[in-house]
């Protein structure tokens, strides 16, 4: 009978990814129907945890987010929770063997989100390393399905990818994250002179990292690569959108892509995918 709460618990961590991210939802249903509810019980949980620090104001964050954490290694030590998303996300790490320093990393950042940090390099680094790219690397685990050592050859493009993916949403939620939640993570930005040089200037890195991403991509096994090719290209229109964007308009605006041109640019994903000219 538990079968049927591991399958709710699972359908839980669905419908959150569909609810929060069109473009994750077209990607994970890109992959093969064999890794998706393993990468949906990844996302809910990581949403979960953003939700508390993002959106839970007028309640004790902190506490909210603590009683995650206990709950998490609660549900990982009993392999079980009452929670639907933590026991899908308890069982799929489990199930392959993720890395428990993956989860610390990536709930010691969310940590820091409940603080206001004056983000220098080496902060802004281990923010994006425990933020993104741990979550880049626990999708690897599932992905390389065990193969300890095509696991390691595509880690750094998985990291690389996940930071890119990071530093496009700072700049896509310049605007919220500086108004509403008070945060800037770009180190040592004064946004009183956050024009378009700076914005260039971070950019260029952003492009760096998707040139880099995009090796490891090609690598990825057939169940995987054309799921984490899509997201990759939906992130790419973002960032052209961004690109094509001024400084001001930014800080006034959160940049967004419509459905209809995600569903064009699916379209020619496949085509390209289909024929090998990634």
């Known amino acids: 009978m538990k079968k049927l709460f591991d399958d709710l618990s699972y359908d839980v961590s669905k419908h959150t990814t569909k609810k929060y991210s069109t473009s994750f939802s077209l990607g994970i249903l890109a992959l093969k129907p064999s890794v998706r509810p393993a990468i949906y019980a990844i996302y809910g949980y990581v949403r979960l945890a953003d939700e508390i620090v993002d959106s839970f104001q007028g309640y004790d964050q902190e506490k909210l987010l603590m009683r995650l954490k206990a709950e998490t290694y609660s549900a990982l030590?009993?392999?079980?929770?009452?929670?639907?998303?933590?026991?899908?996300?308890?069982?799929?790490?489990?199930?392959?063997?993720?890395?428990?320093?993956l989860i610390n990393q990536f709930l010691h950042s969310m940590e820091m989100d409940?603080?206001?940090?004056?983000?220098?390099?080496?902060?802004?680094?281990?923010?994006?390393?425990?933020?993104?790219?741990?979550?880049?690397?626990?999708?690897?685990?599932?992905?390389?399905?065990?193969?300890?050592?095509?696991?390691?050859?595509?880690?750094?493009?998985?990291?690389?990818?996940?930071?890119?993916?990071?530093?496009?949403n700072f700049l896509r939620d310049l605007k919220d994250d500086y108004q509403i939640l008070g945060r800037t993570y770009f180190p040592s930005l004064d946004m009183s002179v956050f024009d378009n040089s700076v914005k260039a200037m971070i950019e260029k890195e952003?492009?760096?990292?998707?040139?880099?991403?995009?090796?490891?991509?090609?690598?990825?096994?057939?169940?995987?690569?054309?799921?984490?090719?899509?997201?990759?290209?939906?992130?790419?229109?973002?960032?052209?959108?961004?690109?094509?964007?001024?400084?001001?308009?930014?800080?006034?605006?959160?940049?967004?892509?419509?459905?209809?041109?995600?569903?064009?640019?699916?379209?020619?994903?496949?085509?390209?995918?289909?024929?090998?000219?990634?």
Do not use: W
């Open 114 to 168: 409940l603080h206001a940090i004056d983000y220098n390099s080496e902060l802004y680094n281990e923010y994006i390393y425990g933020s993104a790219e741990v979550v880049g690397l626990m999708c690897l685990q599932i992905f390389t399905g065990g193969d300890k050592q095509q696991f390691e050859e595509l880690k750094p493009f998985a990291m690389k990818l996940g930071s890119a993916f990071q530093k496009v």
């Open 77 to 101: 030590e009993d392999g079980i929770s009452l929670n639907p998303i933590l026991h899908s996300f308890q069982e799929t790490v489990r199930q392959y063997n993720i890395d428990i320093q």
């Open 206 to 278: 952003i492009e760096e990292e998707f040139k880099e991403a995009l090796k490891g991509i090609k690598k990825l096994p057939g169940s995987s690569m054309f799921g984490v090719y899509l997201a990759y290209r939906y992130y790419v229109l973002l960032f052209e959108k961004i690109k094509r964007t001024t400084s001001h308009h930014i800080l006034q605006n959160r940049i967004r892509i419509a459905n209809s041109q995600k569903i064009f640019v699916a379209f020619k994903s496949y085509i390209r995918y289909k024929s090998a000219y990634l």
